[in-house]
């Protein structure tokens, strides 16, 4: 059974598919077999953008057909929270399917890479929250953050949730791509870095940057 890591975002529009994106070609160069799922795509049809978005960063191939119900078990057309669009549409969302899901990726693949909707907050449906789905099945968590104002509230109140629930942070991406002044660029990254070793033992701090053509994601393969 591969490892399963699920990557989640102090944000919207934070990253995390990028980020994933390149995690993805990381494996793949060290010839570790490698999928992503994107168990609920939202603002979608017929095949999750974001998933497509991974392969291409990658510079892969999309895997066979036969694997894209494993990938992306719901998809809605509403671009909201998963637990809204599915409802809109009529369909109640089975959280277990989506681990059921991965764990089938898992028997076949040595890395499946779980990118989730929005934060820890979102409501997958109207019971469990992200960070529900996550510590109930102790997976192994990304964090994907940025120096866009704000971020410095929103990741400390993130890993703030994470030490409470008692969830395993791997790493902290700090994706450099969005606009941001060079000072404030530089002192949230040296932040969260002292914030994280005065909190967290061992976790990964990992920096982006647009249009990067790879990164050492070596905490995927310890």
């Known amino acids: ?11 919207t529009d934070i ?29 979608d049809s017929g095949f999750s953008e974001d998933i497509q978005t991974h392969y291409d960063i990658a ?27 599915s409802r809109i549409e009529g369909v109640e969302i089975d959280t277990e399917r989506c681990l059921e899901a991965a764990e089938q990726l898992a028997a076949t693949h040595q890395v499946v890479l779980i990118e989730g909707a929005g934060g820890l907050m979102v ?32 990741t400390l109140m993130s890993l703030f949730l994470i030490k409470k629930l008692k969830l395993d942070l791997k790493a902290l991406i700090y994706n450099k791509s969005v606009d941001s002044d060079p000072e404030i660029t530089k002192d949230s990254l040296n932040y969260f870095r002292e914030y994280l070793s005065n909190n967290f033992k061992d976790v990964a701090v990992i920096e982006i940057e647009k249009n990067q053509d790879s990164a050492d994601f070596g905490f995927l393969i310890e």
């Open 1 to 11: 059974m591969g490892k399963k890591f699920f990557i989640t975002g102090t944000d």
């Open 15 to 43: 990253g995390k598919s990028y980020a994933t994106g390149l995690m993805l070609k990381f494996l793949h160069e060290k010839k570790i077999t490698a999928i992503t799922q994107k168990p609920i795509q939202t603002g």
């Open 59 to 85: 510079g892969l191939s999309l895997p066979p057909d036969t694997l894209w119900k494993l990938q992306n078990p719901y998809i809605f057309s509403l671009p909201a929270s998963p637990h809204l669009s």
């Open 123 to 154: 409501p997958m449906n109207q019971t469990t929250l992200t960070c529900d789905f996550i510590q109930r099945h102790n997976l192994p968590t990304i964090l994907v953050t940025s120096p866009k104002l704000g971020s410095i509230n929103h």
